[in-house]
C-alpha cells in the first residue's frame, strides 16, 4: 500500500503542511506514525483529507462540525450490533462484540489502552472496574461516545427535555449520577452531573473539542493542563479546550450538581 508524504499530501488537497498537523490535534484526519516519527497517508487518508477540505471551503464548516459528521458517518458504519441487540448488552458485552469485531485479544487491547489485561477482561465480564478514564479510553479507540457506550439507543430528538426526562448514566463509577439535557446527534454535548463527595474521574485524560463547566450547587474542584488546579462554586464557571488533559472531584463534604457541555459531542 503505497503511503504519500504530508507535503504531497498539503499539495494535493491545496492546504499547508500546518494545517494537516491541525486537523490531526483536532482528531478529524489521523495520519500512521512510521518508526522514525514522520507522518504518512494511505489513499483513505488522502480521500478524507479532500473531503474535510471540501467541507471547510465550500460548506463553510468549523472543524466542529466536521468531527461531529465524521463521527456520526463512521457511527453508522463501525458497529454490526442492531440497535435491539445494543438494548439487550450490558456495557461489557458490547466492548467485548467490538473488540471481537476487530479480531482484538485482551491484551492487544489492554496494551493499547496502556491498562492491565485482568482490567479489560473483568469489565467485558461484570460491567465493573471502568472509571471515566478508561471508559473515555474506549470510547475514543471504538470511535463512540461514553454515552452510545454505556446507555441504548439515542432517543430521537425532542426540546424541551423536563427535569424528569433525559437519558441517564449510571455506570460512571460510585456517586457519579449524569442526566443529558439534550437529546438526539447534536454539535454540543450538554448533561447534568451530580456528584457526590469525593466523586472523581480517576485520573486525567483528553480528547478533541472544547468544553464548559457550570456549577448549580456544592463545589467541583479541576486540574487543567495549563491553567493548574481551578476550585469552583455556585454560579461559577469554566471554559477549556479539551485536548488540555484534565481530571476533577468533588473536594467537598455535599453534593455537587453541574452542568457540562462538550462540543462536539463527544460523551
Given at each position: 500500500m503505497r503511503r504519500h508524504k504530508i507535503s504531497d499530501?498539503?499539495?494535493?488537497?491545496?492546504?499547508?503542511?500546518?494545517?494537516l498537523r491541525q486537523w490531526e490535534q483536532y482528531g478529524v484526519l489521523t495520519p500512521i506514525r512510521e518508526p522514525s516519527g514522520h507522518?504518512?497517508?494511505t489513499a483513505e487518508h488522502l480521500d478524507q483529507a479532500r473531503q474535510i477540505a471540501r467541507m471547510r471551503s465550500l460548506g463553510g464548516l468549523s472543524l466542529s462540525e466536521i468531527k461531529f459528521?465524521?463521527?456520526?458517518?463512521?457511527?453508522?458504519?463501525a458497529s454490526s450490533i442492531s440497535l435491539a441487540e445494543r438494548e439487550l448488552l450490558t456495557v461489557g458485552e458490547q466492548i467485548r462484540r467490538m473488540r471481537l469485531k476487530r479480531k482484538l485479544s485482551i491484551q492487544k487491547l489492554a496494551d493499547k489502552l496502556k491498562v492491565s489485561a485482568s482490567t479489560i477482561s473483568t469489565f467485558e465480564r461484570t460491567s465493573k472496574g471502568a472509571g471515566v478514564k478508561l471508559l473515555r479510553a474506549l470510547a475514543d479507540f471504538f470511535g463512540v461516545t461514553i454515552t452510545q457506550l454505556t446507555t441504548s439507543a439515542q432517543p430521537r430528538g425532542i426540546a424541551p427535555v423536563r427535569k424528569h426526562e433525559g437519558q441517564r448514566i449510571e455506570t460512571l463509577g460510585n456517586g457519579i449520577h449524569v442526566r443529558a439535557l439534550a437529546t438526539g446527534e447534536r454539535l454540543m454535548d450538554a448533561k447534568e452531573w451530580k456528584l457526590e463527595?469525593?466523586?472523581q474521574s480517576d485520573g486525567s485524560y483528553s480528547h478533541a473539542g472544547e468544553e464548559f463547566v457550570y456549577v448549580i450547587s456544592g463545589s467541583i474542584q479541576l486540574n487543567v493542563e495549563g491553567l493548574g488546579v481551578v476550585k469552583l462554586g455556585p454560579r461559577d464557571s469554566l471554559y477549556f479546550?479539551?485536548?488540555?488533559?484534565?481530571?476533577?472531584i468533588n473536594p467537598g463534604d455535599v453534593p455537587c450538581t453541574v452542568v457540562w457541555?462538550?462540543?462536539?459531542?463527544?460523551?
Amino acid at each position: 500500500m503505497r503511503r504519500h508524504k504530508i507535503s504531497d499530501v498539503a499539495k494535493d488537497v491545496g492546504v499547508t503542511p500546518g494545517t494537516l498537523r491541525q486537523w490531526e490535534q483536532y482528531g478529524v484526519l489521523t495520519p500512521i506514525r512510521e518508526p522514525s516519527g514522520h507522518r504518512t497517508y494511505t489513499a483513505e487518508h488522502l480521500d478524507q483529507a479532500r473531503q474535510i477540505a471540501r467541507m471547510r471551503s465550500l460548506g463553510g464548516l468549523s472543524l466542529s462540525e466536521i468531527k461531529f459528521r465524521l463521527n456520526a458517518e463512521g457511527r453508522r458504519n463501525a458497529s454490526s450490533i442492531s440497535l435491539a441487540e445494543r438494548e439487550l448488552l450490558t456495557v461489557g458485552e458490547q466492548i467485548r462484540r467490538m473488540r471481537l469485531k476487530r479480531k482484538l485479544s485482551i491484551q492487544k487491547l489492554a496494551d493499547k489502552l496502556k491498562v492491565s489485561a485482568s482490567t479489560i477482561s473483568t469489565f467485558e465480564r461484570t460491567s465493573k472496574g471502568a472509571g471515566v478514564k478508561l471508559l473515555r479510553a474506549l470510547a475514543d479507540f471504538f470511535g463512540v461516545t461514553i454515552t452510545q457506550l454505556t446507555t441504548s439507543a439515542q432517543p430521537r430528538g425532542i426540546a424541551p427535555v423536563r427535569k424528569h426526562e433525559g437519558q441517564r448514566i449510571e455506570t460512571l463509577g460510585n456517586g457519579i449520577h449524569v442526566r443529558a439535557l439534550a437529546t438526539g446527534e447534536r454539535l454540543m454535548d450538554a448533561k447534568e452531573w451530580k456528584l457526590e463527595p469525593g466523586a472523581q474521574s480517576d485520573g486525567s485524560y483528553s480528547h478533541a473539542g472544547e468544553e464548559f463547566v457550570y456549577v448549580i450547587s456544592g463545589s467541583i474542584q479541576l486540574n487543567v493542563e495549563g491553567l493548574g488546579v481551578v476550585k469552583l462554586g455556585p454560579r461559577d464557571s469554566l471554559y477549556f479546550e479539551s485536548t488540555r488533559k484534565h481530571s476533577w472531584i468533588n473536594p467537598g463534604d455535599v453534593p455537587c450538581t453541574v452542568v457540562w457541555v462538550n462540543t462536539p459531542a463527544s460523551f
